[in-house]
Nanobody, 120 residues
Framework: QVHVVESGGGLVQAGGSLRLSCVATGRAFSTYRMGWFRQAPGKVRELVSSISWTGGSTYYADYADSAKGRFTISRDNAKNTMYLQMNSLKPEDTAVYYC??????????WGQGTQVTVSS
């Protein structure tokens, strides 16, 4: 069982920045594939960014087109924490952001979500 908790959401003006954090339990944290998803009202949940262990100390990060150039995903394995730095925020980034963990295959463990609201 992996427990996942997000934090860092809030209200920000367009053009501003926020950093989301996600803490996940487990000794094998460094090997977890982790992702940030978001869900806006009336829309389906979408993957914003993910970070996967590829062996050794190497990780692969991937981004949705809407996040490229503005968002940066990172992780601190010593703190069992993953981050999403979000810059140049737009009103269309408004959503509930979820952190998810995949031990193998699909994302099995989810946080409760943190609200991000970007005002115009």
């Amino acid at each position: 069982q992996v427990h996942v908790v997000e934090s860092g959401g809030g209200l920000v003006q367009a053009g501003g920045s926020l950093r989301l954090s996600c803490v996940a339990t487990g000794r094998a944290f460094s090997t977890y594939r982790m992702g940030w998803f978001r869900q806006a009202p009336g829309k389906v949940r979408e993957l914003v960014s993910s970070i996967s262990w590829t062996g050794g100390s190497t990780y692969y990060a991937d981004y949705a087109d809407s996040a490229k150039g503005r968002f940066t995903i990172s992780r601190d394995n010593a703190k069992n924490t993953m981050y999403l730095q979000m810059n140049s925020l737009k009103p269309e980034d408004t959503a509930v952001y979820y952190c998810a963990v995949a031990l193998a295959g699909r994302y099995d463990y989810w946080g409760q979500g943190t609200q991000v609201t970007v005002s115009s």
